[in-house]
């Protein structure tokens, strides 16, 4: 009962907080196609975008539906309905480069309002870098796909078949109630993940400047020279897991660790679960041969007890754990605990983010493949530059020719676009809304409120010419 007489939020207080935080219409109105005098400009393109992940709508089939209702035309700013179709082959040749000016102001907007300031660590920032595949498929694919053999059982006979699939990297905020993403990289054919994280660490600087964040968590892939050169010119410092992909520090560590007693123990409970914790500290071991500069290694030994049901009794089982992690990091600002606690941290970017975006958001979803039509080429991008031109691909009509095609950027553009819903909305719920922190209620029944009040908008009457006056005789 208290759920049906709590208040619901309303679709024009959320267009306010985004034009008022975040000068929200004048960014959208800046944002551009390859298409020639569309019908459908590219900013009612992606307020009828931008909405559908808002809503959480399963696809663009949906929002198709949606679109019939005039007060969303009204909303986004579209004269009529239009189709899915119109929606793809805009996407397909959307310019990046506004979404990504969006994505950045929006995120310097938060950090000077101080939405990042909660949960920081010795009132310091922490990002997380990790990576995701997007989609796959065998027989769905375009020029940017990778490309993998994978064996499958056909009629009972193993064969080998080629997968094609996206896989992206994502640097994400790890501190504070909106757990934004800062860029994505996509991985290109032949390229390794190791490459592309290389190459959205190097932009983040001209996108945020080097001290946007101060702590950067990283996996064992990305334990390598040239991250640790950049890292340690552009001023951050780094926790990263250490396994045996890296065998030489490894083996040195845990040969130097089993010799000696643990140097701190510590007992953890947490969500039903209890750690019996010993810890190891370490300074001086060289990274490697390329990188010969001393870091710090720190090993963690948890003994983790939780209960499960076994026979219809509820038992409590233990585990053992191993966790090694290479950080630089100061040991007197950051002593162990403090670093195994950011080393666990890092599993944040799966719960809050990869995961979060995937279950709840639609993230790997097939529509964020729009790219079965393409513009035509001859266009000038915002810097005057001629559009690149590609061959033709699976998704394309054989008959035409190459060099009027443009550059597919549909899976780029859809994902900058679910990633700005993500990150507004969440902050307008963690930041803005009174009637979520009152009522505790959760994200997904603000996105079903935020969906329903469309259709209690206000209609959009006329008033009646009034009357000519009468003529004199």
Same mark, same amino acid.
Not at 152 to 165: F, P
Not at 317 to 331: A, F, Q, R, S, Y
Not at 414 to 428: E, K, R
């Given at each position: 009962?208290?759920?049906?007489?709590?208040?619901?939020?309303?679709?024009?207080?959320?267009?306010?907080?985004?034009?008022?935080?975040?000068?929200?219409?004048?960014?959208?109105?800046?944002?551009?196609?390859?298409?020639?005098?569309?019908?459908?400009?590219?900013?009612?393109?992606?307020?009828?975008?931008?909405?559908?992940?808002?809503?959480?709508? #399963?696809?663009?089939?949906? /929002?198709?539906? $949606?679109?019939? &209702? @005039?007060?969303?035309?009204?909303?986004?700013? =579209?004269? %009529?309905?239009?189709?899915?179709?119109?929606?793809?082959?805009?996407?397909?040749?959307?310019?990046?480069?506004?979404?990504?000016?969006?994505?950045?102001?929006?995120?310097?907007?938060?950090?000077?309002?101080?939405?990042?300031?909660?949960?920081?660590?010795?009132?310091?920032?922490?990002?997380?870098?990790?990576?995701?595949?997007?989609?796959?498929?065998?027989?769905?694919?375009?020029?940017?796909?990778?490309?993998?053999?994978?064996?499958?059982?056909?009629?009972?006979?193993?064969?080998?078949?080629?997968?094609?699939?996206?896989?992206?990297?994502?640097?994400?905020?790890?501190?504070? #109630?909106?757990?934004?993403? /800062?860029?994505? $990289?996509?991985? &290109? @054919?032949?390229?390794?993940?190791?490459?592309? =994280?290389? %190459?959205?660490?190097?932009?983040?600087?001209?996108?945020?400047?080097?001290?946007?964040?101060?702590?950067?968590?990283?996996?064992?892939?990305?334990?390598?020279?040239?991250?640790?050169?950049?890292?340690?010119?552009?001023?951050?410092?780094?926790?990263?897991?250490?396994?045996?992909?890296?065998?030489?520090?490894?083996?040195?560590?845990?040969?130097?660790?089993?010799?000696?007693?643990?140097?701190?123990?510590?007992?953890?409970?947490?969500?039903?679960?209890?750690?019996?914790?010993?810890?190891?500290?370490?300074?001086?071991?060289?990274?490697?041969?390329?990188?010969?500069?001393?870091?710090?290694?720190?090993?963690?030994?948890?003994?983790?007890?939780?209960?499960?049901?076994?026979?219809?009794?509820?038992?409590?089982?233990?585990?053992?754990?191993?966790?090694?992690?290479?950080?630089?990091?100061?040991?007197?600002?950051?002593?162990?605990?403090?670093?195994?606690?950011?080393?666990?941290?890092?599993?944040?970017?799966?719960?809050?983010?990869?995961?979060?975006?995937?279950?709840?958001?639609?993230?790997?979803?097939?529509?964020?493949?729009?790219?079965?039509?393409?513009?035509?080429?001859?266009?000038?991008?915002?810097?005057?530059?001629?559009?690149?031109?590609?061959?033709?691909?699976?998704?394309?009509?054989?008959?035409?020719?190459?060099?009027?095609?443009?550059?597919?950027?549909?899976?780029?553009?859809?994902?900058?676009?679910?990633?700005?819903?993500?990150?507004?909305?969440?902050?307008?719920?963690?930041?803005?809304?009174?009637?979520?922190?009152?009522?505790?209620?959760?994200?997904?029944?603000?996105?079903?409120?935020?969906?329903?009040?469309?259709?209690?908008?206000?209609?959009?009457?006329?008033?009646?010419?009034?009357?000519?006056?009468?003529?004199?005789?």
């Amino acid at each position: 009962m208290r759920q049906q007489d709590t208040p619901p939020h309303q679709l024009p207080s959320f267009g306010r907080y985004l034009n008022k935080v975040f000068d929200f219409r004048s960014a959208v109105a800046a944002l551009t196609d390859s298409r020639r005098d569309p019908d459908i400009s590219p900013t009612a393109v992606f307020l009828a975008a931008f909405p559908a992940f808002v809503f959480r709508l #399963p696809s663009f089939q949906q /929002l198709e539906a $949606e679109l019939t &209702q @005039p007060a969303l035309q009204r909303w986004i700013g =579209a004269g %009529r309905a239009f189709s899915d179709d119109v929606l793809r082959y805009s996407l397909a040749g959307f310019h990046l480069e506004g979404l990504e000016r969006m994505l950045t102001d929006v995120n310097r907007t938060l950090k000077r309002n101080k939405v990042f300031d909660a949960d920081r660590v010795q009132a310091r920032m922490v990002a997380a870098l990790d990576g995701i595949e997007v989609l796959s498929s065998y027989s769905r694919h375009c020029d940017a796909c990778l490309e993998r053999r994978v064996t499958v059982r056909k009629a009972g006979v193993k064969v080998e078949q080629i997968q094609y699939y996206h896989r992206a990297g994502g640097c994400q905020i790890s501190n504070g #109630p909106v757990k934004t993403f /800062l860029a994505l $990289e996509w991985l &290109q @054919p032949g390229e390794g993940e190791d490459t592309a =994280a290389l %190459r959205l660490l190097r932009k983040l600087p001209d996108q945020y400047g080097s001290r946007f964040f101060d702590i950067l968590l990283l996996d064992a892939l990305y334990a390598q020279a040239p991250v640790f050169k950049l890292a340690e010119e552009l001023g951050w410092q780094m926790v990263v897991s250490l396994k045996q992909n890296h065998r030489e520090l490894y083996q040195s560590a845990v040969r130097l660790f089993a010799h000696r007693p643990a140097d701190c123990q510590l007992t953890e409970r947490r969500g039903g679960k209890s750690y019996q914790i010993q810890l190891w500290d370490t300074e001086g071991l060289p990274f490697s041969v390329d990188y010969p500069q001393p870091v710090r290694v720190v090993r963690s030994e948890e003994s983790l007890t939780q209960n499960h049901y076994r026979r219809g009794e509820l038992t409590p089982e233990t585990t053992e754990h191993e966790w090694l992690w290479i950080t630089t990091l100061d040991p007197k600002a950051f002593p162990a605990p403090l670093v195994r606690k950011l080393g666990h941290d890092r599993w944040k970017q799966e719960n809050n983010g990869w995961n979060d975006l995937t279950q709840n958001w639609a993230f790997k979803h097939g529509f964020l493949h729009a790219c079965r039509h393409r513009p035509p080429a001859g266009l000038k991008n915002t810097e005057g530059e001629a559009m690149p031109t590609i061959g033709t691909g699976d998704f394309v009509d054989r008959d035409t020719p190459a060099a009027s095609l443009v550059v597919n950027r549909g899976l780029a553009a859809v994902s900058l676009i679910l990633l700005l819903a993500f990150t507004l909305s969440t902050a307008f719920i963690h930041c803005h809304s009174k009637l979520f922190r009152r009522y505790r209620m959760t994200t997904l029944e603000v996105a079903h409120q935020l969906r329903r009040a469309v259709a209690k908008l206000p209609p959009n009457i006329r008033a009646p010419d009034s009357p000519a006056e009468p003529q004199a005789a």
